[in-house]
């Protein structure tokens, strides 16, 4: 059995309105082995992207403890919280989140050159060769289809060799068969690197493709399958 590198206690998730306090997430638990695949399924509005946020130290809950493999990042201010996220967690989003002034490669190449890392341009190249891109390079993201777009946002994450990758709605701007390639890419890449995922997602399709499923509603963890 894998060791634990993502764990949830007790978290949940409140935030004041003029007229009453909302629960969006409500005393979820979870356990997650290092190098497994696990998606986050449920209605809209369930909570499932704030869970995310939280387990990845964007954000910070109202109760509860969380930790990224020894750090109890519940326990850090938001300096600590981001130091953890740089040493450990990749993110894909629904949105690409590219630098429009900034080519595929130095797109990519950028997060590993801010931490110093000597073959950044290399292995930029190498990932974005990875994902089909090798003719792209000098490409900017006005000038690459949505597909393309998250195969750069999927090389810059596995390129700077996270020990968990968060990806939320990684296919929710993408046609059916641009999703499938995405998709194809974002688990060969995450089984090659070995590395732990923690998938939000709508698609059923997508969710079974994970070694684990859990079912949030309503802000409880319903199921884990």
């Known amino acids: 059995m894998n060791q634990s590198i993502l764990r949830a206690h007790n978290v949940s998730k409140r935030v004041r309105t003029v007229e009453h306090e909302l629960t969006i997430l409500d005393d979820v638990s979870?356990?997650?082995?290092?190098?497994?695949?696990?998606a986050i399924i449920g209605?809209?509005?369930a909570g499932k992207s704030t869970l995310l946020g939280l387990l990845a130290g964007l954000d910070t809950p109202s109760d509860g403890s969380i930790?990224?493999?020894?750090?109890?990042?519940?326990?850090?201010?938001?300096?600590?919280?981001?130091k953890v996220r740089a040493a450990m967690v990749g993110f894909v989003f629904q949105t690409f989140q590219l630098l429009?002034?900034?080519?595929?490669?130095?797109?990519?190449s950028l997060p590993m050159e801010l931490s110093g890392q000597a073959d950044a341009r290399s292995r930029a190249k190498d990932f974005l060769s990875k994902v089909g891109l090798a003719?792209?390079?000098?490409?900017?993201?006005?000038?690459?289809s949505g597909g393309e777009q998250q195969r750069v946002a999927l090389a810059r994450a596995f390129a700077c060799a996270p020990k968990i990758l968060f990806a939320d709605e990684p296919t929710?701007?993408?046609?059916?068969?641009?999703g499938q390639i995405v998709s194809d890419l974002l688990f060969d890449l995450n089984k090659q690197s070995d590395t732990t995922l923690v998938l939000v997602t709508h698609e059923q399709r997508l969710a079974?493709?994970?070694?684990?499923?859990?079912?949030?509603?309503d802000g409880k963890l319903v199921s884990q399958v």
């Open 30 to 38: 979870l356990d997650v082995p290092a190098g497994q695949s696990i």
């Open 43 to 45: 209605p809209s509005g």
């Open 67 to 82: 930790w990224l493999g020894e750090n109890e990042i519940t326990a850090m201010g938001e300096e600590g919280r981001a």
């Open 100 to 108: 429009g002034s900034l080519t595929a490669l130095e797109n990519v």
């Open 135 to 144: 003719q792209r390079l000098g490409h900017y993201p006005k000038q690459l």
């Open 172 to 178: 929710g701007n993408l046609d059916r068969a641009t």
């Open 208 to 217: 079974e493709r994970c070694e684990s499923v859990i079912t949030i509603d």
